[in-house]
């Protein structure tokens, strides 16, 4: 689903995953899905996206019913910042950090006119099918 460039964005965002979560019938480990694609979506407005911009949140169940994918796709081509915070008395530049202490995996692809920056979080195997929501 795409969001616009605007400070609320980061909010609804949240709001969509754990709508997606809960019609897949994920509970396990929600909050720290909702954590990662909070922390993601504010990367995103804050280094991501121009002014009147806008970007993507996919949430990907693969097949296997053993891990939960979340993306965010901005029009950004530099990498993000580094996952540490510059100064431990630093108020900014701790949700890199976070996405790495509560996934599984997380990185960045880049893509045309952008990059994607996804976190992985793997789960006990389900009979679940394999979905894709954006």
């Not at 605007?6 to 709001?15: F, M, T, V, Y």
């Amino acid at each position: 689903m795409s969001f616009p460039a605007e400070r609320a964005s980061a909010k609804l965002a949240r709001d969509f995953v754990t709508r997606v979560l809960g019609r897949w019938g994920v509970t396990d480990r929600s909050d720290e899905l909702v954590l990662c694609c909070s922390e993601l979506a504010t990367n995103a407005l804050a280094h991501g996206c121009p002014s009147g911009g806008e970007f993507l949140v996919c949430v990907e169940h693969r097949s296997t019913g053993r891990h939960v994918r979340i993306e965010v796709h901005d029009s950004e081509e530099a990498p993000p910042p580094d996952a540490t915070p510059h100064s431990p008395l630093s108020e900014q530049g701790r949700g890199l950090l976070l996405v790495d202490l509560v996934s599984d995996r997380w990185g960045v692809e880049p893509q045309t006119g952008g990059k994607i920056v996804w976190a992985e979080f793997h789960f006990r195997p389900t009979t679940a099918k394999e979905a894709v929501q954006c």
